[in-house]
């Protein structure tokens, strides 16, 4: 369904498309699971148009080079993307207070390398006395020197171990990755960053949180120089976002960009496509913001209730959803659409592709008689 739905919006050009691919599903031919059949990337239909991005240098995506890697500079690290990785990496109350003392100690562009170069635990013999001091390079004769918790930030640095590590987080990246996948979102291409080997929910969090609020920014810019000074209107972009409660449940929701482009930017001409096989994980007040939903057979009234949000005749449509017909049939409600509407989803196929991109005439139908259709009169 997602790979319908995406396929329309690239070939009618409705906007440009940024897809977090945490499987790498999308970009590339694939199988499917059910049916073992081949399962047609949206490279290999729109070759010219879709750009897949490998997370790290010279990552491969089943087998094939992507069209170019990113990289993470060391510089583009904030403190806000650690402060998103509290509950992956079990930080404390004290790692905002102990970020803002790197900060202050070495700006925002520095402080990562700086306190990545650190070591922890070193210490120097002063031979005179016979006693061990922390060393000038360690971390904590750092923290004795600014005056911050010496455990709380030997904690903090051994924490960010796994992030230190990251063999795509580097001091300078061989390009500047992320500018060109924002000036490729601009231009009206699509791009498919696939992660790769990094499959971890540590790889997914940073990386895809990062990015976000870097293309946030871009976008705000945009459209504010738009409506002050008649600029060029910025492009219309949808990310997309897969396993979404790992970014958006109750405790991360509030750390992260995505749910800021949740709530307020689509006066930015930003939106949000999230896939979830879990939605009762997500944050409800982020799930309010949600204008459009399609949603196959559930079996847990807590996801029920979490797809019924804030919609009127919930127990009617509860039943709807109960009658569905899993993997067949979806139910489409919410802005898009004039009532609550159940639809047989169509196969993602050859003869999908040949409707889609005009090889067969036969069945297709003019564009009144689907709005009909689908209930606008």
Do not use: C
């Amino acid at each position: 369904m997602t790979r319908i739905i995406l396929a329309g919006l690239i070939h009618y050009n409705k906007a440009s498309v940024l897809v977090f691919d945490m499987h790498n599903e999308y970009g590339f031919d694939d199988t499917a699971s059910d049916t073992g059949q081949r399962v047609i990337g949206l490279q290999t239909k729109f070759r010219s148009r879709v750009q897949v991005v490998g997370l790290g240098r010279g990552a491969t995506i089943r087998g094939k080079a992507p069209d170019f890697n990113l990289e993470i500079a060391m510089h583009d690290i904030q403190p806000e993307d650690i402060e998103m990785l509290s509950r992956e990496l079990n930080l404390k109350e004290t790692t905002p207070t102990t970020l803002e003392a790197l900060v202050n100690s070495f700006g925002r562009a520095n402080w990562f390398h700086e306190f990545r170069q650190m070591r922890n635990g070193a210490m120097v013999l002063d031979e005179e006395t016979g006693k061990k001091y922390p060393a000038p390079d360690s971390v904590a004769f750092w923290a004795n020197t600014s005056g911050a918790n010496v455990m709380a930030v030997e904690g903090l640095h051994n924490k960010l171990g796994r992030v230190f590590n990251l063999s795509y987080v580097v001091e300078n990246p061989a390009a500047d990755s992320v500018s060109e996948i924002i000036k490729a979102l601009e231009a009206g291409q699509h791009v498919v960053l696939s992660f790769g080997n990094h499959e971890s929910d540590l790889d997914y969090l940073l990386v895809s949180n990062l990015l976000t609020r870097r293309i946030r920014d871009a976008w705000e810019k945009s459209t504010n120089e738009f409506r002050s000074s008649g600029k060029k209107e910025p492009r219309p972009l949808v990310i997309v976002v897969e396993e979404a409660h790992k970014l958006l449940n109750r405790e991360m929701a509030v750390q992260t960009s995505f749910s800021t482009i949740a709530r307020e930017m689509r006066k930015y001409y930003v939106t949000l496509l999230i896939i979830d096989q879990r939605p009762s994980q997500i944050y409800d007040e982020v799930m309010s913001q949600l204008g459009t939903r399609v949603s196959g057979w559930l079996g847990d009234d807590d996801d029920i209730r979490a797809v019924l949000s804030g919609l009127s005749g919930r127990e009617a449509l509860r039943g709807m959803l109960a009658r569905l017909q899993p993997k067949e049939e979806v139910l489409l409600l919410g802005w898009g659409v004039p009532m609550p509407l159940p639809l047989r989803s169509r196969r993602y196929d050859a003869k999908f592709w040949e409707e889609l991109l005009g090889k067969t005439t036969s069945t297709q139908r003019s564009e009144a008689e689907i709005l009909k259709e689908l209930g606008f009169d």
